[in-house]
Nanobody, 115 residues
Framework: VQLVESGGGLVQPGGSLTLSCAASGFTFNRYAMRWYRQAPGKERELVASITNLAGSTDYADSVKGRFTISRDNAKNTVHLQMNSLKPEDTAVYYC?????????WGQGTQVTVSS
């Protein structure tokens, strides 16, 4: 299983970014996907999740209405559209899936929200 995130960067408050995660090594359309984030000195937290056929999504209260998770099962990718970004969204963002009883993580992509 391999998960590779991309799309992070530096953005001003109120700006937008879209993160992408390219997945391989498993049957992508059979598994839910998640985005987590970890800010310096804080625990990793679940940001958003999406079921295998994209029938259901869920979000942390802190990002509801601002972030949108989506997936393209034909391309084995999952995305996180982030709007109205705030300084407190600054973190390393990780893609995650649970497969065969194990939890798999990407290497993470840094998002920094600062003026």
């Amino acid at each position: 299983v391999q998960l590779v995130e991309s799309g992070g960067g530096l953005v001003q408050p109120g700006g937008s970014l879209t993160l992408s995660c390219a997945a391989s090594g498993f049957t992508f359309n059979r598994y839910a996907m998640r985005w987590y984030r970890q800010a310096p000195g804080k625990e990793r937290e679940l940001v958003a999740s999406i079921t295998n056929l994209a029938g259901s999504t869920d979000y942390a209260d802190s990002v509801k209405g601002r972030f949108t998770i989506s997936r393209d099962n034909a391309k084995n990718t999952v995305h996180l559209q982030m709007n109205s970004l705030k300084p407190e969204d600054t973190a390393v963002y990780y893609c995650n899936t649970r497969y065969g009883g194990y939890s798999f993580w990407g290497q993470g992509t840094q998002v920094t929200v600062s003026s």
